[in-house]
């Protein structure tokens, strides 16, 4: 396929995949049984990275700003980092990894093996049947996971400050409470969509493409995830430059 084409065939994958999302309630046991798989299944790595997003913020935003203005100014630029980039950004990238090769395995040992082609056989859509569940419980369980991201970076953040790093609990308690827009919680929220409809999309397109035997499974599980990687970081700059922007 030419290079060219590559972004409108993505699209119409996509568009193809969500056609039956009007009708809800034949997808939902799938739904559901996806959304425990790809966001809960998916909570300790992402709070074990949200302990070390706080902790690593508060020291160099520490480092950065201290002597140079009022120690409540660590709470603000801690806070806002976190909702506008970090908890978004890193979380996608942990779901791109963790799901979206997940997804495209699955999808292509399927295919390998006939599976998908049976089901064309006995009448049933298989983008309908096997696609859009996963990608909806993407796009729904990433927004959660961040959130999840946010509240456990900025409490650890608040921790080793207050703790460690001579930045009082109030100061940092008065920067992130007096400081926080709903334009920065809303603009991650918004992010997180996107790279989750982004990521379920990557990881059932590659999927469906595999043509061959593990070789292929193994090579479509890459581009999977090396896909979501670089529209993660697209849409994160599309997003900052029309959300963002001042």
Same mark, same amino acid.
């Not at 699209?11 to 995949?17: H, I, M, N, S």
């Not at 709470?75 to 980092?81: A, D, H, P, S, W």
């Not at 061959?212 to 599309?238: H, K, M, N, P, W």
């Given at each position: 396929m030419s290079p060219l084409?590559?972004? *409108?065939?993505?699209?119409?994958?996509?568009?193809?995949?969500l056609v039956g999302s009007w009708d809800l309630r034949r997808t939902w046991p799938r739904?559901?049984?996806?959304?425990?798989?790809?966001?809960v299944g998916a909570l300790p790595v992402v709070i074990v990275t949200s302990i070390f997003i706080g902790l690593t913020t508060a020291v160099q935003t520490t480092y950065q700003?201290?002597?140079?203005?009022?120690?409540?100014?660590?709470?603000?630029? *801690?806070?806002?980092?976190?909702?506008?980039?970090?908890?978004p950004v890193l979380t996608g990238f942990i779901v791109a990894g963790r799901s979206a090769s997940a997804i495209a395995a699955e999808l292509g040992a399927m295919r390998v093996s006939e599976q998908i082609d049976a089901l064309d056989v006995m009448g049933v859509d298989p983008y309908r049947y096997l696609c859009l569940p996963?990608?909806?419980?993407?796009?729904?369980?990433?927004?959660?996971?961040?959130?999840?991201?946010?509240?456990?970076?900025?409490?650890t953040a608040l921790y080793?400050?207050?703790s460690m790093l001579n930045v009082p609990a109030a100061s940092f308690t008065y920067g992130v409470?007096?400081?926080?827009?709903?334009?920065?919680?809303?603009?991650?929220?918004?992010?997180?969509?996107?790279?989750?409809?982004?990521?379920g999309n990557s990881g059932c397109y590659y999927g469906?493409?595999?043509?061959?035997?593990?070789?292929?499974?193994?090579?479509?599980?890459?581009?999977?995830?090396?896909?979501?990687?670089?529209?993660?970081?697209?849409?994160?700059?599309?997003?900052?430059?029309?959300?963002?922007?001042?």
């Open positions: 084409l590559a972004p *409108v065939d993505y699209l119409a994958f996509l568009a193809r995949c739904f559901i049984a996806q959304l425990s798989m790809h966001g700003l201290m002597g140079v203005v009022p120690k409540y100014f660590v709470g603000m630029g *801690v806070g806002r980092l976190v909702l506008i980039e970090l908890a996963r990608i909806l419980a993407t796009t729904i369980g990433l927004p959660v996971l961040v959130v999840v991201t946010e509240v456990v970076a900025v409490f080793i400050s207050s409470t007096h400081f926080f827009m709903l334009r920065d919680f809303t603009g991650g929220i918004v992010k997180a969509v996107l790279f989750g409809l982004l990521i469906f493409g595999v043509h061959g035997g593990a070789e292929a499974v193994g090579q479509a599980t890459t581009r999977a995830v090396v896909l979501s990687a670089v529209l993660i970081l697209l849409v994160d700059f599309v997003i900052a430059f029309f959300f963002f922007r001042i």
